[in-house]
C-alpha cells in the first residue's frame, strides 16, 4: 500500500520560514518524480514546485527565490524549504508522487498570517 506523509505545517508570521516533509512508503521512490502542491481556500490547487529523479527542479513563479523543493532517495522524503513566507501562500500543501501511478498525501496545512 502506497502511502505519503506529510509534516512540518503550521502557522507562521510573514517573513518566517517553514520546512515541509514528505515521505513515502510502497513505492519506488528513487524513480518517482516529486510535486509538491497547494489549495488555498477557495481556490484550485496549483503545483508549487517540481524534482525530477535526477535533482533537476523547477518553481512556479510566484515562490521562486523564496522555496527550495530537495529529495533524499535514501530516506524516500522529499522536502519544501519555504522562506520569506508571505500571507498568500496560505494553504494546504499536499505532496505528489508520479511513478506508476499518481499518489497524493492526505495535506498540511500552512498558514501564514500578517
Known amino acids: 500500500q502506497v502511502q505519503l506523509v506529510e509534516s512540518g505545517g503550521g502557522l507562521v508570521q510573514a517573513g518566517g520560514s517553514l520546512r515541509l516533509s514528505c515521505t513515502g512508503s510502497g513505492i519506488i521512490f528513487n524513480i518517482a518524480r516529486m510535486n509538491w502542491y497547494r489549495q488555498p481556500p477557495g481556490k484550485q490547487r496549483e503545483l508549487v514546485a517540481t524534482?525530477?529523479?535526477?535533482?533537476?527542479?523547477d518553481y512556479t513563479n510566484s515562490v521562486k527565490g523564496r522555496f527550495t523543493i530537495s529529495r533524499d532517495n535514501a530516506k524516500g522524503t522529499v522536502y519544501l524549504q519555504m522562506n520569506s513566507l508571505k500571507p498568500e501562500d496560505t494553504a494546504v500543501y499536499y505532496c505528489?508522487?508520479?511513478?506508476?501511478?499518481?499518489?497524493w498525501g492526505q495535506g498540511t496545512q500552512v498558514t501564514v498570517s500578517s
Open positions: 505528489n508522487a508520479i511513478e506508476r501511478y499518481n499518489y
Open positions: 524534482i525530477t529523479t535526477t535533482g533537476s527542479a
